[in-house]
């Protein structure tokens, strides 16, 4: 796949466990990739700022962070869910570095960290913490919240773009549903409305067969494949 909108550049501000959390054995997710699949799905969005962004399988939400980092000028809301709790717990950590407070808190941490082990890595977390003060410009709202994909019920938001990256492999593994990723398309149907963009990422044996979304887009990129969907009428 050839990066349409995501530039090569230096994205070592967001690794994992630098500024954003990390917790031993959770999933992370390609920076320029997330960015390019965002960059992607806003595209085919009729919608171009104020946008709800929605993973209804967010794990500690690094990849839902690291949009908010990145893209916070055009995302008013975030919503994540997942299974795990230790997940949502880092989640809602995670995503309270989309705040002042939430980066002063960090730098708090850091600031003791490097004072207590005295470690580069800790001055290099700080200088980044200033960089990433400097992308946070308007307040985003930050919902994490315990949901089963597989669970048909409506939620209380109709998201705009829904990006989420499922279960695969040894790291992560499908937990109370079925493990059908078709049927967590066809749960998702339900909580999407006619111009939700919809966009998975997975392993690319995983097979979606729907005829609940028109597909707009397919990529193979490395072990992954990501395929982007509409509704059909
Ligand atoms: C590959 S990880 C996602 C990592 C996430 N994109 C991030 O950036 O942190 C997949 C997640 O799916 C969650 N999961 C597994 N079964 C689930 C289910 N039935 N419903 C919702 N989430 C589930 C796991 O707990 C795990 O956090």
Redesign the pocket.
Known sequence: MEYKYAANDNYEDFSSGRVIYHMGG????PVRLALEIYERCLQYSKKKKDILLY?????????LTVLGLLKGDTISDIYG????QK?LKLAEDNLSLLSYDGLRRRRQELEELYKKFGKNSHLEALESVDRLEKRISTKINTQVFY????EEDKLPFIPDIIIT???YGNM?E????SGDINQMVESLSKVCGSETILCISMDKKQKIQTELFKRLEKQMIGKRKFEIYIKKE
């Open positions: 959770a999933a992370t997710f993973d209804c399988c967010c794990g500690g939400a690094y990849m869910s997942d299974v795990d997940s949901r089963n994909a597989f990256d499922v279960p992560v499908w937990s109370k549903g």
